[in-house]
Every structure is written in structure tokens, then in C-alpha cells.
């Protein structure tokens, strides 16, 4: 388990860089949005009130994201909790600001 507060900011991160990726109305689609952040991050978002499977066929909780780091579960993230291979939050962040930013310029 990781504190409330450091995990707030890394689902937080995570749904910033999935917008500026595109993400929207992720409620519509019929599973989940799926994103590569990098080549060594990449997310799968469920927006609906109902745990989806990825295409990796793992569950998504509700409201939530589950992140794969060089295609191993990396954690399993929520606004207000979750679980995550030590070291994992602070590297997410760094990645998911990395990659806004990249996709920021290209929209310049």
C-alpha cells in the first residue's frame, strides 16, 4: 500500500497525461482506454462503474488504472488508494509529466 497523498498525485499524473494522450469519454468505450506513456509505461484506464479487463485480459477495478512497467504490472491505482512496486510512484510521475510535455510541443 502507498500513502493517500503520494498516490493521489500519481493517479492524478496519470489521468493528465491519458487527456493530453486523447482520453475522452472514457465511459462510452466498451472496455478500457488503453495508452503507452513511453516505451517503458503504459496504462490501461477503466471508466466505468464496473471492473473491465484490459487487453491483457487483467481486471481493472472501477474508476481506476492499472500501469505496466516494460509490460509487468507496475500498480494498480485510484484517486484515493491502490498498491505499487516500491519505487514506482516517483518514476510514474517523472514518466507521465515527461510525456504531457512531449505531446504539449508536438501540439505547438
Known amino acids: 500500500m502507498i500513502p493517500a497523498g503520494q498516490l493521489s498525485a500519481c493517479f492524478l499524473a496519470v489521468v493528465e497525461w491519458a487527456l493530453a ?9 466498451p ?3 488503453e495508452g503507452a506513456i513511453d516505451a517503458e509505461w503504459s496504462v490501461a484506464l477503466n471508466g466505468h ?3 473491465m ?3 491483457r485480459g487483467n481486471l ?6 492499472r500501469v505496466y512497467r516494460d509490460g509487468e504490472p507496475a ?3 485510484a484517486l484515493r488508494e491502490g498498491v505499487a512496486l516500491p519505487g ?7 514518466a507521465c509529466e515527461a510525456a504531457k510535455l512531449r505531446l504539449m510541443v508536438l501540439d505547438a
Open 21 to 29: 494522450a486523447g482520453a475522452q469519454q472514457i465511459e462510452r468505450l
Open 31 to 33: 472496455g478500457c482506454w
Open 49 to 51: 462503474a464496473a471492473p
Open 53 to 55: 479487463p484490459d487487453s
Open 60 to 65: 481493472v477495478p472501477v474508476w481506476s488504472a
Open 75 to 77: 500498480a494498480c491505482l
Open 88 to 94: 514506482v510512484e516517483d518514476a510514474l510521475i517523472t
